[in-house]
T-cell receptor, first 112, second 115 residues
């Protein structure tokens, strides 16, 4: 069964902290690893994505670290802000978006 | 439209009733997806439409669930004889197809509550 396991389920950090959300996958054929951000009452929105040919990708304050041998990837949020408080989902797929398998989500709270 | 539009935003129904959820994708997006999101859980794929191809229904949980799409526009997800375990947020997404790993654009979802 294709699974993506995400942890922690919830996370609370102070403003300026660096929350880290981890995901592990089983299917070595996966070749696309996006992170989606979801605010209450809204649909998820693509935040950042990585392919397995690189070990790290940065976009603004968001960084994905990818460890192919361990089949793990993580999201780091630098200088976190209260506005980053949301639910974050990792996902993985082989090929097209139709095959995306999502993690169970991490509810992040950044305290002012 | 500017984004993916879903209606209604909230639906409360009684067990055993049928419900119909609507999705208006972004104009020009040929791919359309339905996902289910149970409280505190990840997104569960339900069905995928792409152009005139046969839909991928592999994620539909039972024959009580069905979906249609008119051309490359509006889609409706129908749940017959609703059960309490159908309570969830139903999310629709659309995307442009043509490149690998196309980006999904989600609507705000329909919160379905089955009493």
């Amino acid at each position: 069964q294709q699974q993506v396991k995400q942890s922690p389920q919830s996370l609370i950090v102070q403003k300026g902290g660096i929350p880290i959300i981890n995901c592990a996958y089983e299917n070595t054929a996966f070749d696309y690893f996006p992170w989606y951000q979801q605010f209450p009452g809204k649909g998820p929105a693509l935040l950042i994505a990585i392919r397995p040919d690189v070990s790290e990708k940065k976009e603004g304050r968001f960084t994905i670290s990818f460890n192919k041998s361990a089949k793990q990837f993580s999201l780091h949020i630098m200088d976190s802000q209260p506005g980053d408080s949301a639910t974050y989902f990792c996902a993985a797929s082989k090929g097209s978006a139709r095959q995306l398998t999502f993690g169970s989500g991490t509810q992040l709270t950044v305290l002012p | 439209g500017a984004g993916v539009s879903q209606s209604p935003s909230n639906k409360v129904t009684e067990k055993g009733k049928d419900v119909e959820l609507r999705c208006d994708p972004i104009s020009g997006h040929t791919a359309l997806y339905w996902y289910r999101q149970r409280l505190g859980q990840g997104l569960e794929f339900l069905i995928y439409f792409q152009g005139n191809s046969a839909p991928d229904k592999s994620g539909l949980p039972s024959d009580r669930f069905s979906a249609e799409r008119t051309g490359e526009s509006v889609s409706t997800l129908t749940i017959q004889r609703t059960q309490q375990e159908d309570s969830a947020v139903y999310l629709c997404a659309s995307s442009l197809v043509g490149s690998t790993n196309e980006k999904l654009f989600f609507g705000s979802g329909t919160q379905l509550s089955v009493l």
